[in-house]
């Protein structure tokens, strides 16, 4: 199992979903980490209190441009509501593979990224 989550994580790292600039966005964040570079930013436009369009654009190592793309499949058409509960676990199981503490600061950056987006929506995260 760990050799298929591999595969696709090397496969949404070489070509991530959802990457680039969205034209039209109300809502928009970035963050990084010092310690390994990595910096993205997320962009999302909602819409009727769902999530109509996703991208998001940065460098990073294969794990944080994996998990950005596995986050923006799965938030696209999904309520906010549904947006504030995802947490770690979440994205662990979206990767289905186990994480050293720097691997995991990786996984977990286009989350709070997505937190902060919220938050700067005036929307609080409950995950």
Same mark, same amino acid.
């Given at each position: 199992?760990?050799?298929?989550?591999?595969?696709?994580?090397?496969?949404? !790292?070489?070509?991530?979903?959802? !990457?680039?600039? =969205?034209?039209?966005?109300n %809502? $928009?964040?970035?963050?990084?980490?010092?310690?390994?570079?990595?910096?993205?930013?997320?962009? =999302?436009?909602?819409?009727?209190?769902?999530?109509?369009?996703?991208? !998001?654009?940065?460098q990073?190592?294969?794990?944080?441009?994996? #998990? #950005?793309s596995?986050l923006?499949?799965?938030?696209?058409?999904?309520? %906010?509501s549904? =947006? $504030?509960?995802?947490?770690?676990?979440?994205?662990?199981?979206? =990767?289905? %593979?186990s994480?050293?503490?720097?691997?995991?600061?990786?996984a977990?950056?286009?989350?709070?990224?997505?937190?902060?987006?919220?938050?700067?929506?005036? %929307? $609080?995260?409950?995950?």
């Amino acid at each position: 199992m760990d050799d298929l989550c591999r595969e696709n994580i090397l496969d949404h !790292f070489k070509h991530p979903r959802n !990457f680039g600039k =969205l034209n039209k966005k109300n %809502i $928009q964040a970035s963050d990084n980490l010092v310690s390994c570079g990595d910096e993205l930013t997320l962009e =999302l436009l909602i819409k009727n209190d769902r999530v109509s369009e996703v991208n !998001f654009y940065g460098q990073g190592c294969a794990i944080s441009v994996s #998990a #950005a793309s596995m986050l923006t499949e799965t938030i696209k058409a999904k309520k %906010i509501s549904d =947006l $504030q509960r995802l947490n770690k676990d979440d994205i662990l199981k979206l =990767l289905g %593979i186990s994480l050293t503490p720097t691997r995991l600061k990786c996984a977990l950056l286009s989350l709070e990224i997505l937190h902060k987006a919220l938050q700067n929506y005036g %929307i $609080q995260s409950h995950g």
